[in-house]
């Protein structure tokens, strides 16, 4: 393995560190959910997830034009056009 690419990698899970400290340290992901079944933790993160999009989202509408990935960019005149209501529900309903 090149000296480059242990960087990259490296560069990419420093990302995938800093997203679970944040959700452990102020989302409270891991001592907020006391439950013992698989299913219950799954959904737990997947609230506490959530509730790091809603963060995300409402940062980047007050000051940050920045994108996590190239998805993004190719659904923002999509996503723009949905008010907040409507964007939750179709979340809802691809998760059900």
């Known amino acids: 393995m090149s000296e480059d690419e242990i960087v990259r990698i490296y560069g990419m899970r420093w990302s995938i560190e800093t997203f679970f400290k944040f959700t452990k340290s102020y989302l409270k992901l891991g001592t907020e959910f006391h439950g013992r079944s698989f299913d219950m933790l799954i959904r ?27 998805l993004f960019f190719l659904f923002a005149d999509e996503v723009r056009d949905l008010d907040y209501q409507t964007a939750l529900q179709q979340l809802m309903t691809l998760f059900i």
Do not use: A
């Open 44 to 70: 737990y993160t997947t609230v506490v997830f959530g509730r790091y999009l809603v963060m995300e989202y409402e940062r980047r509408q007050e000051n940050d034009e920045k994108s996590l990935g190239g």
